[in-house]
């Protein structure tokens, strides 16, 4: 929460108030740094937003992107793969002094390899 002082027009820090029976290690208030306004809490404050989450678009192109890209017959190197084909294809997802990133998918896995090691996505 962010207050003005109605008086300068300053912006109001938190600082904590002098010490009493009821509080005893004082009471949050909002000061002034410039001139002598002081607003005092009175009631518990907080404020709740809810954050609604992004959409995550399709940065790949989505089944589309596989349909014209660079294929090699190879036998898969997986124990448990039968696959004999390879589809690979190259972007540019990081910046211009990186290398790309490959992405394949072999049997129907999607693979990228980023920085020489794999990872799995959808």
């Not at 410039?34 to 009175?42: A, Q, S, V």
Request: glycine residues 8%; proline residues 4%; contains cysteine.
């Amino acid at each position: 929460m962010l207050l003005f002082c109605p008086l300068c027009g300053n912006k109001l820090i938190v600082t904590r108030g002098p010490s009493d029976d009821e509080h005893p290690t004082g009471r949050y208030r909002m000061d002034c740094r410039t001139c002598t306004y002081i607003y005092n809490y009175e009631e518990t404050l907080y404020e709740r937003k809810d954050m609604k989450a992004k959409e995550a678009e399709d940065v790949m192109g989505g089944s589309e992107a596989w349909e014209n890209v660079e294929q090699a017959k190879t036998q898969c190197p997986a124990e448990n793969c039968n696959g004999d084909h390879a589809y690979f294809f190259q972007k540019q997802i990081r910046s211009a002094d990186e290398p790309m990133t490959t992405f394949y998918m072999v049997s129907g896995v999607r693979l990228a390899l980023i920085g020489g090691e794999r990872t799995k996505f959808s």
